[in-house]
């Protein structure tokens, strides 16, 4: 039983490694910011996963497995989050092509009634945006 859970362990550990390269070459390869926090977000996660469901089937240890939980958990819940702040940061600060974008969801926000442009944070209760949005579907 132990060599078969050494082996799941090896597979986990090298299948983790992979994402990770992959991950790296992405962040390399990729022409925009939106597509490297793809790069950078998505197989990260799973290869961090796959490293820590590794070292928990060698360990087989109760403490280190339940720490390797926590850690496992905490990794799904802040990283999505910090992916998502770093987009919305780039967004606002205008660092996104137009053209990068199949739907703009945050163009609404972006401006007002009037076609100016409003930042979100400034508007009061009163005041309205427009919903005329046009979404390309293509």
């Known amino acids: 039983m132990t060599a078969v859970l050494d082996s799941a362990s090896l597979l986990c550990l090298t299948a983790s490694a992979l994402l990770s390269l992959a991950a790296a070459v992405g962040l390399l390869r990729f022409p ?71 739907v703009d969801d945050l163009s609404v926000e972006r401006t007002g009634e009037d076609g100016r442009a409003v930042d979100g944070d400034q508007l009061g209760p009163d005041d309205h945006v427009s919903e005329d949005v046009h979404r390309s579907d293509g």
């Open 32 to 102: 925009d910011l939106l597509s490297r926090m793809h790069a950078g977000t998505k197989p990260q996660v799973l290869g961090v996963l796959l490293a820590l469901l590794g070292v928990g089937l060698r360990l087989r240890s109760g403490l280190d497995v339940g720490m390797l939980l926590l850690v496992g958990l905490f990794q799904c819940l802040t990283l999505p989050v910090a992916a998502h702040m770093v987009g919305r940061a780039v967004y606002r600060t205008d660092l996104v092509r137009s053209c990068d974008l199949a």
